[in-house]
């Protein structure tokens, strides 16, 4: 059964290797197959910094015991900026299309709105479809392209930024 919750310090490990088998999985990340390298410890450290920061928050798609996905949701105290989240999101291919993307979601929105949070934004890889159909179906809307934002297998691709008000 599926269960949307807060990240733990205690998952560490299962997030850090989920994160890990995601860059393997799909090119639609930011980092590559084994770019990702840092330890047990250095993860704990990174989840109790981010608990302690009332304007993040780290989501974790948790089925029967396993994780499948994040979403993780990043702002600042800065009195310009507070009011906004930029948002990473993942799950593992064997999950997609089963409704997880939409609890992350809307799960998030529940967490935005109590903590007064107005603008979700994101950006989403052009050809990463299956993505941008998510997102758009949850409310998001193209905000605008960056061209040739990143660099993969060997071709450019344009990052779209995408937002919701809420």
Not at 18 to 30: A, G, I, P
Not at 95 to 116: C, I, M, P, S
């Amino acid at each position: 059964m599926l269960k949307i919750r807060e990240i733990e310090v205690e998952d560490a490990e299962a997030y850090l290797s989920l994160y890990k088998e995601l860059n393997k999985e799909t090119d639609f990340r930011l980092y590559e197959a084994d770019e990702y390298n840092i330890s047990v410890e250095q993860q704990k450290k990174i989840i109790q910094d981010m608990l302690h920061n009332k304007r993040s928050l780290l989501l974790v798609a948790d089925w029967d015991g396993t994780l499948v996905g994040y979403l993780f949701a990043e702002g600042r105290e800065i009195n310009r900026i507070k009011h906004r989240v930029h948002i990473s999101v993942a799950i593992l291919q064997a999950y997609t299309r089963q409704g997880v993307g939409t609890k992350l979601f809307t799960a998030l929105e529940d967490w935005a709105r109590k903590n007064h949070i107005h603008r979700l934004e994101l950006t989403v890889m052009a050809n990463n479809e299956a993505g941008q159909a998510l997102y758009k179906k949850m409310g998001y809307e193209v905000e605008g392209i960056k061209r040739d934002s990143l660099w993969v297998n060997g071709c450019y691709i344009d990052d779209i930024y995408m937002a919701k008000m809420i």
